[in-house]
């Protein structure tokens, strides 16, 4: 299944990232090249579920979960599987160009920051601070940063 920015809501999260689309099924095995994805002989509604019952001797490591459509976007890959266990490709489908604006200031809470720019009246929330760069800290940012490459 082929998925663009607009039908990124029919994605169960997490969703996990594929090094290409070589993948098949046999039996109600899914496999990717020669390794396990998904059994779903096994019961249960997610990926995880089944994976933890199978007794399939070679498995494909999911290391890295992506935990909303923000994570699909940025990831190189365009193949994953997400948590029910469906396989897609993501397509991107518009190019934006980026607007930058200089950083006012930066405000640390517990979970997330706010980040202040000049000629924007609220702020920007990110999961963690911007990065320092060579000790000076950020000084400009992104106002289109989740919407890059859609």
């Known amino acids: 299944m082929v998925l663009t920015f607009n039908s990124?809501?029919?994605?169960?999260?997490?969703?996990?990232?594929?090094?290409?689309?070589?993948?098949?099924?046999?039996?109600?095995l899914v496999f990717l090249g020669t390794e396990l994805l998904d059994d779903r002989n096994m019961p249960g509604d997610t990926l995880g579920i089944r994976r933890i019952q199978t007794t399939y001797p070679s498995m494909f490591r999911l290391t890295k979960g992506v935990m909303g459509p923000v994570g699909i976007?940025?990831?190189?890959?365009?193949?994953?599987?997400?948590?029910?266990?469906?396989?897609?490709?993501?397509?991107?489908?518009?190019?934006?160009?980026?607007?930058?604006?200089?950083?006012?200031?930066?405000?640390?809470?517990?979970?997330?920051?706010?980040?202040?720019?000049?000629?924007?009246?609220?702020?920007?929330?990110v999961p963690r601070p911007p990065e320092p760069r060579n000790g000076m800290g950020r000084s400009f940012a992104s106002s289109q940063s989740t919407v890059d490459a859609l």
Request: aromatic share 12%; charged share 25%; hydrophobic share 35%.
């Open 8 to 28: 990124l809501d029919k994605i169960a999260y997490p969703a996990y990232p594929l090094p290409d689309s070589n993948w098949s099924t046999h039996d109600g």
């Open 73 to 125: 976007l940025k990831q190189s890959t365009r193949c994953f599987i997400d948590s029910n266990g469906a396989l897609f490709i993501y397509e991107k489908t518009k190019m934006l160009n980026l607007k930058y604006l200089k950083i006012d200031r930066v405000v640390q809470k517990d979970v997330a920051s706010l980040v202040y720019v000049k000629g924007h009246r609220n702020p920007f929330t």
